[in-house]
């Protein structure tokens, strides 16, 4: 079964306005990381944060985990057209440790110029 | 360098053939991972490769799947009598080492059976 649900599912917002999406994830990790996809095609990872981390900045992209709510939230402040694309949360477990992500099901973006 | 490649990049085969996907990583690259999409539904792991070894085959979907890699590079996904629900995109992704490490995918091979 899937490890994350985002929500919400569809986003649409003009340009220039700020886009939040959420992840929120079942068991224990040791990392999520955000991807973009653009057509269905290949991920592009955007952001890693640690579970020992809280909060985590890029360019115009800003992580928050909680891991105590077991949840995340990806922004995208002063967005643009070319941020239409769907986005993941993917975990990284903790007890196998092997590097396997569990994705959710995605946000898709769509952002108005 | 040049990121994660797989090919081909589009397949359609007939129900009951079989079917070989690649994939090149990253060099350098040890951890090497297979996932697919469905159409509409998320990533789903497959298998994970450290180095030559893939220790973990539980999330294949069937004994008709295989795969391998030699020389801790070029990893082969290989479907064995395909079937129309095995129509997806397969993404490859590589990464320094094992876990706590970013994962680089490659553009994926969709495959259709019909």
């Known amino acids: 079964s899937q490890q994350g649900e985002e929500d919400p599912q569809a986003l649409s917002i003009q340009e220039g306005e700020n886009a939040t999406m959420n992840c929120s994830y079942k068991?224990?990790?040791?990392?999520l990381q955000w991807y973009r996809q653009n057509s269905g095609r290949g991920l592009v990872h955007l952001i890693l944060?640690?579970?020992?981390?809280r909060e985590k900045h890029s360019g115009r992209l800003r992580v928050t985990l909680d891991t105590s709510k077991k949840s995340s939230s990806l922004l995208i402040t002063a967005s643009r057209a070319a941020d239409t694309a769907s986005y993941f949360c993917?975990?990284?477990?903790?007890?196998?440790?092997?590097?396997?992500?569990?994705f959710g099901q995605g946000t898709t973006l769509q952002v108005k110029p | 360098g040049a990121g994660v490649s797989q090919s081909p990049s589009n397949k359609v085969t007939e129900k009951g053939k079989d079917v070989e996907l690649r994939c090149d990583p990253i060099?350098?690259?040890?951890?090497l991972y297979w996932y697919r999409q469905s159409l509409g539904q998320g990533l789903e792991f497959l298998i994970y490769?450290?180095?030559?070894?893939?220790?973990?085959k539980s999330g294949l979907p069937s004994d008709r799947f295989s795969a391998e890699r030699t020389g801790g590079s070029v990893s082969t996904l290989t479907i064995q009598r395909t079937q129309q629900e095995d129509s997806a995109v397969y993404l490859c992704?590589?990464?320094?080492?094992?876990?706590?490490?970013?994962?680089?995918f490659g553009p994926g091979t969709r495959l259709l059976v019909l």
């Open positions: 992704a590589s990464s320094l080492a094992l876990a706590r490490e970013t994962q680089y």
């Open positions: 068991t224990s990790i040791n990392n």
């Open positions: 944060i640690r579970s020992n981390e």
């Open positions: 993917a975990t990284g477990h903790g007890s196998s440790n092997t590097g396997k992500l569990i």
């Open positions: 060099s350098g690259h040890t951890a």
């Open positions: 490769f450290q180095g030559n070894s893939a220790p973990d």
